[in-house]
């Protein structure tokens, strides 16, 4: 069965492509965050405020679980998740089809300006703070984005021509 992992920064289009791709390919969709957050029964922001560490180790151990399962997936993680207690491996796993689906710092500004209420890491910052502040994490997390097998560049595409163009890799 085919595991397909959709990284990248927020708003590369992970939760929107995430779905469409998994209904194209017959595969089950699975949302990291989503299930992290049914697991526990608090938001992701909840969490982060108790405890990132705390955080980051459910992360880990729920994406440990998800990947290591003989079942075939797509699934999308959290903007930071190959950041953190070296995830990036699972994206590198031989059974692992990795796609790190990258967008340009205009383009996330764009999709994120209008509503960073629903961020945590965004919240009140305006377009200037947010293009510096965007482009500092994606300097950080590029490495480990870098690590997926492939790499989709989805500026100014629909999400259903992300989807044919992660289809064509495999």
Do not use: W
């Not at 209904?23 to 992290?36: M, N, P, Q, T």
């Not at 699934?75 to 590198?92: D, Q, R, V």
């Not at 961020?119 to 910052?125: D, E, H, V, Y």
């Amino acid at each position: 069965m085919k595991k397909i992992i959709l990284c990248g920064y927020m708003a590369s289009g992970k939760s929107t492509a995430g779905p469409l791709l998994a209904s194209a390919s017959g595969l089950k969709y699975i949302d990291l965050d989503a299930v992290i957050v049914q697991n526990t029964g608090k938001t992701i922001p909840q969490l982060f405020q108790e405890s990132e560490i705390k955080f980051r180790k459910t992360e880990h151990e729920t994406l440990k679980e998800i990947v290591q399962s003989d079942n075939g997936f797509v699934l999308s993680l959290g903007g930071g998740t190959p950041c953190y207690a070296n995830n990036h491996l699972f994206l590198e796993q031989e059974d692992v089809i990795s796609i790190y689906l990258k967008a340009s710092i205009p383009e996330i500004v764009k999709r994120l300006a209008a509503d960073t209420t629903e961020r945590p890491l965004l919240k009140g910052l305006q377009v200037d703070a947010l293009t510096e502040f965007i482009g500092q994490h994606l300097f950080e997390r590029s490495y480990f984005y870098n690590k997926a097998k492939h790499t989709v560049i989805t500026d100014g595409k629909s999400p259903e021509v992300v989807v044919n163009e992660i289809m064509s890799l495999y």
